[in-house]
């Protein structure tokens, strides 16, 4: 089956950085990775998806990049705000039929005020 | 909001009681999903629902049981739970499964087995 790995597992940026998360998946298959964002006490929640058709998707600070060949993708997220701290999961879909995500095991991020 | 809500929040549970989780969506989706969320972990896929049926279960041991009894309705059922199975339980719809489909999360149950 598919496997997920995400790193860093823990990342602090300082308030206006860049913060960069990077996952790696296993099945050449997969062609659709979303991003969750899961606050305190919430569910995770969707912030941007990329499918493997295309190498780049921007939505405003946020970013992902996609490379196929290597079967890696990675989150942006420019000018940091204490608000975006949080757990980020990336995932990755395999296409058999059944909508089986396969996620990462989390990066928790903390921006420095 | 996700259009997603869970009840209860919290429940705090001896191992020989019998307990239910509740989940019910508010998005017209077809199917519906049960995750265990335990710490360091990865989200573990638990049961599918797709259009009532379950499609998927992920080889969760019996004393979990899942009920769909509508589109926007999903219960697991617990009974005889161990220690290890205290977790955050997430769940999740989409438009229907099988495809492309983004999950929508609800907020989650935060389960202590004692």
């Known amino acids: 089956g598919e496997n997920v790995e995400q790193h860093p597992s823990t990342l602090s940026v300082q308030e206006g950085d860049s913060a960069v998360i990077k996952c790696t998946y296993s099945?050449?298959?997969?062609?659709?990775f979303p991003w969750y964002k899961q606050e305190l006490g919430k569910g995770p929640q969707l912030i941007i998806d990329?499918?493997?058709?295309?190498g780049e998707k921007k939505d405003q600070r946020i970013a992902v990049t996609l490379n196929k060949t290597a079967k890696h993708f990675s989150l942006h997220i420019t000018e940091t705000q204490p608000e975006d701290s949080a757990v980020y999961f990336c995932?990755?879909?395999?296409?058999?039929?059944?909508?089986?995500?396969?996620f990462g095991t989390g990066t928790r991020l903390t921006v420095i005020p | 909001e996700t259009g997603v809500t869970q009840t209860p929040r919290h429940l705090v549970m001896g191992m020989t009681n019998k307990k239910s989780l509740k989940c019910e969506q508010h998005l017209g989706h077809n199917a519906m999903y049960w995750y265990k969320q335990s710490a360091k972990k990865p989200l573990e896929l638990m049961f599918v629902?797709?259009?009532?049926?379950?499609?998927e279960n992920n080889s969760v041991p019996s004393r979990f049981s899942p009920e769909c009894p509508n589109s926007s309705h999903l219960f697991l059922h617990l009974h005889t739970l161990q220690p290890e199975d205290s977790a955050l339980y997430l769940c999740?719809?989409?438009?229907?499964?099988?495809?492309?489909?983004?999950?929508?999360f609800g907020p989650g149950t935060r389960l202590l087995v004692l």
């Open positions: 999740a719809s989409s438009p229907r499964s099988g495809g492309q489909e983004t999950q929508y």
């Open positions: 629902y797709n259009f009532k049926e379950q499609t």
């Open positions: 990329i499918r493997s058709n295309v």
């Open positions: 995932a990755a879909i395999l296409l058999t039929g059944a909508n089986n995500l396969f």
């Open positions: 099945d050449s298959a997969s062609n659709y």
